[in-house]
């Protein structure tokens, strides 16, 4: 399945081109692409938010075989979370991910290294979800669910063997 990551203005080339090279098997690299429609109307004034489930449906679907991936630096909320880090309808081949929560401005401490292997991870998490992946039980697999940017840090930016299997039959 190859991956078509689209990106906003806001998110540094150098992230988009580790998290292109940094693509988990099966998924292969297809393009990287600017993202140019306006993401305004979909910014909650209430939440100071993007709405996530609004991002999503702007991210155009993909031709058979590809899977499209929006990478945005806005914050994004779905509305029974404070955050979420990004959203994929499972098998829907799209979806979008925000790097604001990958680096909590508290943790001064995180370094480039670790962050792009957090977004290396939830890349993978949720492509695996685009592809048609749910949430998996092994704790190292990319698809093991992730409420705060630490434990994301106990995965790999990889899947398990099931997961890799599932997608390589998609
Ligand atoms: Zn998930
Ligand atoms: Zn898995």
Redesign the pocket.
């Known amino acids: 399945m190859k991956v078509r990551l689209l990106h906003t203005g806001d998110v540094p080339p150098g992230h988009v081109r580790s998290a292109f090279s940094g693509l988990a098997p099966p998924l292969v690299p297809g393009e990287a692409m600017p993202f140019r429609a306006s993401l305004s109307a979909t910014y909650d004034r209430t939440r100071a938010q993007y709405d996530a489930f609004s991002v999503l449906e702007a991210v155009p679907s993909p031709e058979a075989g590809w899977l499209n991936l929006l990478l945005v630096g806005v914050d994004l909320f779905v509305p029974a979370l404070t955050y979420v880090f990004g959203l994929s309808h499972v098998g829907g081949r799209r979806g979008v991910l925000s790097l604001s929560r990958l680096k909590p401005p508290e943790e001064s401490a995180v370094s480039e290294e670790l962050l792009l292997r957090r977004l290396a991870i939830e890349v993978a998490h949720e492509l ?1 979800h685009a592809a048609g ?1 749910v949430h ?3 704790g190292e ?4 669910r992730s409420l705060w940017p630490e434990s994301i840090d106990l995965k790999n930016p990889a ?6 299997a599932l997608i390589a039959s998609e």
């Open positions: 695996g992946l998996c039980a092994v697999c990319a698809m093991h899947y398990c063997l099931s997961c890799r």
